[in-house]
């Protein structure tokens, strides 16, 4: 697919039909994106100018090629998930991978070579912190004391095959090794890249790891320590009766586990190997994760999926707040997967769950519009968890403020897409995935991004950043860095009807 690239970073970097809730932020930007449209279509070498002081700017910031989630202006240190360090990358979107998928956008479709350098950097660190499993972790720190507790594929490939204690596991959670991989096969096919032979042996080894990790049933753990046990049995899900309702405290990490789209994520990064590297054990470990899903799913009364499972498939404990339960956000979530499945096989089969999922979607609505993020097993009943206590409980009056135990309507905006994209033929889907072929169409292309490329140049800052809350923000850039990429392209292949569309535009 020629733009299949493009398609693919943007499903990574978002959660596919279901959007997020609009927080304030995002509901300020939606704003400030509607004001800028009516100034009109930004000038193109504008665009490239400001995309090009980004990744100057940018990669200031950066620690060996690795990128934080934000930083103090004065680079004094670099901020994660929980922890800070002057020596600190993030992994997890959107730090390092998620980065380097923005540079090389932006070098596809501007030929701009800083981009390249600083995608080859961004490689080159995750290169260095691949773990012993082929994956990789949430974050890396380059500082030797914190270094040296991790068991790493440099490691193994000069002999050091024992961990001896250090930690060499890989994490799907949060889409943090499928990004990183995702972003090593983009770059890996990239005419720039394709005799680089470090970068060949770093994803083969992650592949090889990744794939060793799936189990016999099709499921994958949130950590893989390396190969799944092949006696692990396949069996369809069940519903303990006795199922605790006090959380166990036990380490949840090997179980199958559907949260935060982990499966999903896995399944488009398998699609996509497939697609580039032309091998079909890619398409089969997908269509073997289909296979788990429809496993899967609960007895009838519940015919949708809990978020996670232990080795009887059984819906069990994860986290305090994360209970044994039919999942609203999960269910959405794996529909997403077998629709992605259907959409590259036209396998019929992906599609049985549909029609039931979303009925039972709509049947435990609450009143108020919202879903309850988790419904007893075997009732419906809505389930919380007290603030203070973590108890279980059907009251909603006192729900933890860290996570989302209800979701926003905007789920019904999800589940309206998913209902048109099923009502669409197959082969208009894929027609579509391919991208715009016609100047025309190009031209329409940049249209829908100029309230966003707007917003992207009135909010960048004198040095090339984007702020939030007074911090260097990597989430700004990856987002406003894809917008100029995605208008700069089709100002390009839009040729005169890009320049004639844009004339139209500009106000009296």
């Excluded at 733009?3 to 300020?28: M, R, W």
């Excluded at 701009?112 to 972790?137: D, F, H, I, V």
């Excluded at 996570?403 to 309507?409: A, D, R, S, V, W």
């Excluded at 072929?437 to 950043?465: I, R």
Aim: glycine share 6%; aromatic share 10%; proline share 6%.
């Amino acid at each position: 697919m020629k733009n299949c690239f493009f398609i693919t970073l943007a499903i990574t970097l978002s959660s596919g039909f279901l959007p997020a809730a609009d927080s304030t932020k995002e509901a300020a930007s939606k704003k400030t994106e509607s004001t800028e449209a009516k100034k009109g279509w930004p000038e193109p070498s504008t665009v490239a100018n400001a995309m090009n002081r980004a990744v100057v700017a940018m990669r200031k910031v950066s620690f060996a090629g690795g990128y934080a989630w934000h930083w103090p202006v004065d680079l004094s240190t670099a901020h994660g998930e929980n922890h800070s360090s002057p020596s600190l990358i993030m992994i997890q979107p959107p730090g390092t991978p998620a980065m380097g998928l923005t540079f090389l956008q932006a070098y596809r479709a501007t030929g701009n070579k800083l981009a390249l350098q600083a995608a080859r950097e961004a490689a080159k660190a995750l290169l260095w912190c691949q773990m012993a499993t082929g994956g990789w972790g949430s974050d890396y720190d380059f500082d030797p004391r914190k270094a040296s507790r991790l068991h790493y594929r440099r490691d193994v490939e000069a002999g050091d095959l024992e961990a001896k204690g250090r930690s060499g596991g890989s994490i799907l959670d949060d889409q943090k090794t499928q990004t990183a991989m995702l972003f090593l096969l983009e770059l890996a096919h990239t005419d720039e890249f394709k005799d680089d032979k470090e970068l060949r042996a770093a994803l083969d080894f992650g592949l090889k790891g990744l794939l060793a990790a799936q189990y016999p049933n099709g499921g994958w753990p949130q950590h893989y320590r390396g190969p799944a046990d092949p006696k692990t049995p396949v069996v369809p899900a069940k519903v303990d009766p006795n199922w605790l309702h006090v959380w166990p405290d036990v380490d949840y990490t090997s179980f199958y586990t559907l949260n935060d789209n982990n499966i999903h994520e896995v399944i488009k990064l398998l699609l996509r190997a497939f697609e580039l590297e032309k091998d079909e054990k890619f398409l089969s470990a997908a269509r073997k994760t289909g296979e788990f899903l429809l496993l899967a799913r609960l007895p009838e009364l519940q015919p949708v999926w809990a978020q996670q499972y232990n080795e009887k498939m059984e819906p069990v404990w994860a986290r305090k707040f994360e209970p044994p339960a039919a999942s609203s956000l999960e269910s959405f979530g794996a529909l997403e997967a077998l629709f992605e499945l259907w959409v590259a096989t036209g396998e019929a089969r992906w599609l049985e769950p549909m029609k039931p999922v979303m009925a039972w979607l709509e049947k435990v609505r609450l009143k108020d519009g919202q879903w309850a993020r988790f419904y007893e097993l075997g009732t419906d009943k809505p389930l919380y968890c007290k603030a203070k206590t973590y108890e279980l409980t059907y009251d909603d009056s006192d729900l933890p403020t860290h996570y989302g135990f209800k979701l926003e309507p905007k789920m019904e905006e999800g589940m309206a897409k998913m209902k048109a994209a099923l009502a669409t033929p197959r082969e208009e889907l894929l027609a579509k995935r391919e991208g715009p072929q016609t100047p025309k169409k190009w031209a329409s292309q940049a249209k829908g991004a100029v309230a966003k490329v707007q917003t992207a140049l009135s909010t960048q800052d004198k040095k090339g950043w984007w702020l939030d809350k007074d911090e260097i923000d990597a989430g700004l850039f990856v987002k406003h860095v894809r917008a100029m990429s995605t208008y700069l392209e089709a100002a390009a292949k839009g040729g005169e009807e890009f320049t004639k569309a844009r004339r139209l535009s500009v106000p009296d």
